[in-house]
């Protein structure tokens, strides 16, 4: 099994011109399931919110002790992979001091490598105070689904020249602010390619196109459980929700005609014991 990925790593493999594999990961079977597959880094995303919990609100209920339970599992499911803790919203917002407290949450409850938080210049000062307390921080920006409502909704950003400007300055502010890596979601590829060369520190991408330093993708995506709806950028490698669908089929129709279970799924009496066990019967009556 490879050894689990440090900060120092990440950033030699962007120097190396080598891509990094992430993805999200919400509970242990999934989390042993990736790190077997060599999957590099996992994400234990606020996107619970719709692909475990269904909130129609999207990511906006998820709460931190949510965030901690799912975490906990995701660690003991990957004990060797680089796992990141996605700071739901309202835990890092409001004051530096709050940020630094949840954020610490991920580590001491969670055990976590790092903490992702979404937003560019506006969120410098949390960003700052959870370096300072000696944690890792992970960036996010583009499409930040916490905020969607401000930018009308799951939006790609960067499409015009000022709005890819605007991103720039947010991605260099947060690296100036002591981000180990960033996040770009949902930005064209000319836009990751730019951010990716103008940084020191790693940048990978959730639909941000094939220049940046790694690729992250929500597993409940692409692996085709999440039928809610599907971004562009999505790729399913797999459809379970059919064999999913079909093997639950199955399993109520084998009950309905009696067909489950068989023999080989019983358990056996130890030999002449259900005759003794009538006889008891029938001495008490
Ligand atoms: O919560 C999450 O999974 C995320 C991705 C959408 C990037 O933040």
């Keep these: 099994m490879a050894a689990k990925k440090s900060i120092l790593d990440l950033q030699k ?20 399931f990736a790190e077997k597959a060599g999957i590099e880094m996992l994400l234990v995303g606020d996107s619970m919110g719709m692909c475990v919990y269904g909130y129609s609100a999207g990511t906006l209920p998820v709460t931190m002790d949510q965030c901690i339970v799912h975490t906990e599992a995701v660690r003991r499911g990957a004990p060797n992979t680089f796992v990141v803790g996605d700071m739901p919203f309202l835990s890092y917002q409001t004051t530096s001091a709050e940020a630094v407290k949840n954020a610490g949450r991920f580590y001491k409850e969670a055990g976590v490598d790092a903490v992702k938080l979404e937003g560019g210049r ?38 015009t020249a000022e709005s890819a400007h605007e991103l720039i300055k947010d991605a260099r502010a947060i690296q100036e602010a002591g981000t180990a890596f960033l996040l770009l979601e949902a930005v064209p590829p000319e836009v990751g390619q730019l951010i990716t060369k103008d940084l020191k520190i790693p940048v990978y991408g959730i639909g941000a196109g094939p220049y940046v330093d790694g690729q992250l993708l929500i597993v409940s995506d692409m692996l085709g459980i999440f039928q809610a709806f599907t971004p562009k950028f999505v790729k399913k490698y797999a459809n379970l929700a059919d064999h999913i669908m079909k093997a639950m089929e199955d399993y109520a129709k084998e009950v309905k005609e009696s067909k489950f279970p068989e023999d080989k799924h019983c358990y056996k009496m130890i030999e002449g014991e259900f005759g003794k066990m009538m006889k008891i019967l029938e001495k008490k009556e």
């Design 122 to 159: 506006r969120i410098i000062d949390m960003v700052k105070a959870i370096v300072n307390a000696g944690m890792v921080v992970c960036g996010h920006i583009g499409l930040t689904p916490q905020s969607s409502g401000q930018i009308g909704g799951f939006k790609a950003q960067g499409l």
């Design 13 to 32: 493999m962007k120097k190396d011109g080598v891509k990094l594999t992430w993805l999200t990961s919400y509970d242990y079977p999934t989390s042993v």
